[in-house]
């Protein structure tokens, strides 16, 4: 599955061209660069969670 796929006509149509241009590129990294990625994407997603979840 592509992200031109998932972005096209989908939930995500409201991403921003930034955005989506960043998505891109990292799609085109190689496997192990791409894990890296999104490894610390994960990292940041699960820190802002934390913080929100440690607020209430």
Do not use: W
Request: net charge negative.
């Amino acid at each position: 599955m592509t992200l031109d796929y998932l972005v096209k006509d989908g939930e995500y149509e409201h991403i921003d061209n930034e955005t989506l241009k960043r998505l891109k590129e990292v799609q085109g990294l190689d496997s192990d660069t791409r894990a890296h990625v999104f490894a610390t994407i994960d990292a940041f997603i699960k820190a802002a969670r934390l913080k929100s979840i440690a607020a209430l």
